[in-house]
């Protein structure tokens, strides 16, 4: 089977790190990957070939239209059995070009769009466009692929997709990249990052934008720091909208917060660190709370839907929640896994196996072939 999958660009997101996973078993298992990135950006491209995927480079005029352009002459060159989309822009221009192919089309559903949260941080005149837009090529595509139970449940309504049309299947990692709580990783990376053995280090790993729900862990952090001398946060992840503000908040408050940057060494991170703090608004899944789950660091998230559906709610001892906003609850949740280390230890145990259980790459991968080998046969 040859798929196209149109994607807005290969920057390392989630989504995109998340096809540069499954992309080794999907060759393996008999899909001729070719991939076509819209936008400039494509420093996922060399894991992609280096896997088995054709990366093609995008020509032509910017905008909608060139998009649009784009897929239909990579399209029209490579004749896919179905194209498959993910993203905004590549939802668009990957259904208009596929109808015009008389070519199958299939689109993930990899965030909380049209959500309230979204609202709040978007134009409303702005987000109701895209909305539209967003439902009317999406009455071309065959199937969906929702990345959790809370998006199959909340995104299909809001763009006029129909629920027989969803099929949910997780992201996954593979467990021989992500070594449960390895000693030896933990030592030298605290070591690289100048943390004693005694510094209590909190984690929080994505984009600095509003969604993330930084801004609450930096109000909480204080309260943390009073009852944990010497705790030190790690923030790692490209700046975004909120980068400017979140900094500023860091230098008022009375904690030490480090922001890094874009990190590729996420499981050495996730090694290091004694709490990983998921604070987001909102989310489509967190593929980073899997990552998580597999090397053994403690969770503290927000309670949205779909952390509590990763990490199993409230019944989960790999968790404890807080409600979204709430920096006292987070403070809490925070200090209460500081200072119990051998309850963290249990909930790290059972975390593992929650996520060997539902979150394997190679559980993922056999899922999304028969995901594909059925969308390239609805029209």
């Known amino acids: 089977m040859r798929l196209l999958y149109v994607i807005d660009a290969l920057t390392p997101g989630g989504a995109e790190t998340s096809l540069v996973e499954m992309t080794p078993g999907l060759v393996a298992g008999g899909i001729d990957l070719h991939v076509l990135p819209l936008g400039p950006r494509v ?3 060399p894991a ?3 896997a088995g995927a054709t990366v093609h480079r995008r020509s032509g005029t910017s905008g909608r239209v060139g998009n649009v352009r784009a897929v239909l002459n990579v399209g029209r060159r490579i004749r896919p059995d179905l194209i498959h989309t993910t993203l905004f822009e590549a939802d668009i221009a990957g259904r208009l070009g596929a109808q015009v192919l008389g070519v199958p089309s299939s689109s993930s559903l990899v965030n909380d769009s049209y959500s309230p949260a979204h609202y709040n941080e978007t134009a409303t005149a702005k987000l109701h466009a895209a909305r539209a837009l967003d439902a009317v090529t999406a009455r071309s595509a065959g199937r969906f692929h929702a990345i959790s139970e809370a998006i199959a449940l909340s995104v299909p309504p809001r763009i006029g997709a129909f629920a027989t049309a969803v099929d949910v299947i997780p992201r996954g990692r593979d467990p021989h990249k992500y070594q449960f709580r390895p000693a030896a990783l933990r030592a030298k990376t605290r070591g690289e990052l100048g943390l004693s053995p005694q510094s209590p280090a909190i984690l929080a790993i994505g984009r600095l934008d509003p969604q993330k729900g930084f801004d609450h862990l930096i109000r909480a952090l204080p309260e943390v720091a009073a009852n944990n001398p010497g705790a030190v946060t790690i ?3 490209k700046d975004g909208r909120s980068a400017v503000a979140l900094r500023k908040a860091a230098q008022a408050a009375e ?3 480090r922001f890094l940057g874009h990190r590729p060494d996420v499981p050495a991170l996730l090694a290091a660190a ?12 967190g593929g980073v709370l899997i990552e998580a789950l597999a ?7 927000s309670s949205i ?3 509590r559906e990763v990490l199993g709610g409230d019944a989960s001892p790999a968790a404890l929640f807080a409600p979204v906003g709430s920096h006292h609850q987070l403070a809490q949740a925070l200090i209460e896994t500081l200072e119990n280390p051998t309850l963290s230890a249990v909930r790290a145990r059972d975390g593992r196996t929650r996520f060997e259980q539902l ?3 190679d559980n993922v991968v056999s899922q999304m072939i028969e995901f594909f080998a059925t969308a390239s046969t609805t029209r």
């Open 295 to 301: 090397v053994g660091c403690p969770v503290v998230a």
């Open 255 to 257: 904690a030490e917060i």
């Open 48 to 50: 992609l070939s280096a």
């Open 305 to 307: 839907p779909t952390s």
């Open 359 to 361: 979150f394997t790459i």
């Open 235 to 237: 923030i790692a992840g």
């Open 43 to 45: 420093d996922l491209a």
């Open 274 to 285: 004694d709490v990983f703090c998921f604070p987001s608004e909102r989310e489509g899944f």
